[in-house]
DNA sequence: TTAATTCTTGTAATCGATTACATTTACAGT
DNA sequence: ACTGTAAATGTAATCGATTACAAGAATTAA
């Protein structure tokens, strides 16, 4: 293995050299660069990152922290991250969380053992103050949700407006009688867009009813098992809003089976914009988060704490969209 | 920070029975062990990963290269890789080439520089030898693809046998006139994959026609791109073999947009079984290739490569399965 | 020419672990 | 009690970089 100290031998200076050379210092004279890089070059010299790291206590690696891989829409945004990253000489760890407790402690050593310099978790049910344990600050950036009780800084949209638009759209499409499909509400994102749902029948003067109101697992079986209780009821909901595509892949899927049309009988709208939601046969209304954007901005974010960890930084609201597609106008 | 100096000192012990009991070294009385065990836990000391890295030339992280996240094809495969590497005390890093030559060969230079162990590579585009450049080997497997050429370790299923499988499938259904859509010939899947769609025409007398096979780019708009050119020929297929689920997609996306039944004017068969293959509708038919194990398998391969790199690591073959669903038998 | 100043370069400490080798301790056998 | 062996522990080198500080070289000002 070429090491530095080989390179600077073969120069005939001094590491220190080498060194400054390598990280673009200006203290080095035109000719004494050139000859160092003609050596580097030639030898094909590559610096050892663990000597550095360890040296500058930097790892340039960041955690992503998502529950699974398998909902598609932690896709872009990972990618969005990822590009961040990159920008700025980082690499992205890729940590699946199956929402356990002992794996999201399992990665969150990873800081504490200076593998990684942050974090970024996709996961909302993380409970960072039992996870941080009174222990000092670590970067984190949470992306797509955020708790006011703690004090970690996030990126994400105005979830209760975005389920407000969602649901004045079916209300306005002439819908009465329209199910909320949701998850666990312990979720602020889910609870806030529980309330724009039921901000908007307010508005509209539509009775609220116990019946429509679902809270299942963030899964497409259990889109379609929440969707089967709702068609068993008497009087069967006009409009389904699900608070995830994935759900609303689900709920389309019983729709279907059950023989009903979408959007005649029964209309969807999702959450999300995952990719399959214009794939899918009816294409689904949804609403649009920039997720690429979200994950671009959580990345950079995290960087510029980790860059300077006394700043404070500044929570995000990205724009969303609600995009119209035939599951709520064929 | 706790460094294994302070532990030493607070523990009355030398740095190295420190190191002995951190590692599980049996040389170390129980008594001693008990006490260092109880500062380390009192303190909450976490060994600073970075300087074992540098010191064993190590860094127990592998890097998975991946064109693109947004193919559901690697969830799973990701999945299993994820896992079979955490039970090694590895951990991964995602890699996105986008299948750029300059990406891929920046993830390499992660090699080089000691940041990564390994690499498994699930991009089928990637040009082993022009990356290694003649420079001595490092542990890398290549999953669900291979070139014979080139002397990377891989795990795949037999691809021709599966698209046979597929063909005959839709034969025996009495099909005569099957399209193929397959994906650039150079990757030796693609390759494989039509070679089990013509022998199985030969096997069953069915003339091989040049306008029902296509090449397109691995996506849903040239899944529909493609069907929308086999729908415009005189004499239309009645059904259509897709060498990946998202180009199935694209092309039943396409068939419905032209008023056609599924599977009664046209039978789609895709392969992959990715999620959403049975979420659709109608379900897809399709060739299951076991994706968590390809990816656990990997994932053991790899580190076996890296732990003993004098071994020669076999190839493996592994069991996929003609799942048939409605798209091809309303 | 000399002193002051600025540029370049080198020396050696350092980051935090692991580990070869040396040394001490414990204990069994006689 | 003495010796030999095995077990436990310690000392110090080492991994490959960065960097504070020192020192030498070059340039400028007088």
């Given at each position: 293995m070429i090491t530095i100290q080989k390179v600077a031998e073969l120069a005939g200076v001094s590491v220190a050299t080498v060194s400054r050379v390598i990280n673009q210092k200006k203290a080095v004279s035109a000719k004494t660069r050139e000859k160092v890089e003609k050596v580097m070059k030639e030898m094909q010299y590559e610096p050892n990152m663990l000597g550095r790291n360890l040296r500058t206590s930097q790892s340039n690696l960041i955690?992503?922290?998502?529950?699974?891989?398998?909902?598609p829409f932690y896709v872009k945004i990972m990618k969005g991250i990822e590009d961040a990253a990159l920008k700025e000489g980082f690499h992205i760890m890729l940590c699946m969380t199956d929402s356990q407790y002992e794996r999201e402690e399992a990665y969150f050593h990873l800081i504490r053992q200076k593998l990684a310099d942050g974090i970024i978790s996709l996961d909302p049910g993380t409970n960072f103050s039992k996870l941080l344990n009174g222990s000092k600050k670590y970067p984190i950036i949470q992306c797509c949700e955020y708790s006011e009780l703690e004090d970690v800084p996030y990126v994400a949209i105005d979830n209760k407006e975005a389920?407000?638009?969602?649901?004045?759209?079916?209300?306005q499409l002439g819908h009465k009688r329209i199910a909320l499909i949701n998850t666990d509400e312990h979720y602020i994102y889910a609870s806030h867009r529980k309330q724009g749902y039921l901000q908007a029948l307010k508005d509209y003067?539509?009775?609220?009813l116990e019946e429509y109101m679902l809270n299942v697992e963030l899964n497409f079986e259990h889109g379609q098992r929440g969707m089967r209780k709702l068609l068993q009821l008497k009087e069967k909901p006009t409009a389904v809003f699900c608070v995830s595509d994935i759900l609303a892949v689900g709920a389309i899927k019983e729709i279907m089976r059950g023989g009903y049309k979408i959007p005649q009988d029964i209309a969807v709208a999702g959450f999300d914009n995952i990719e399959f939601s214009y794939m899918m046969n009816p294409t689904l209304t949804t609403i649009a988060q920039p997720m690429y954007e979200m994950g671009a901005e959580a990345g950079r974010m995290l960087i510029q704490q980790i860059k300077n960890k006394e700043e404070k930084i500044e929570n995000l609201l990205l724009d969303y969209e609600l995009i119209i597609r035939e599951s709520t106008m064929g």
């Open positions: 955690i992503v922290m998502v529950p699974t891989i398998s909902n389920a407000y638009k969602a649901s004045k759209h079916l209300i003067q539509i009775p609220a």
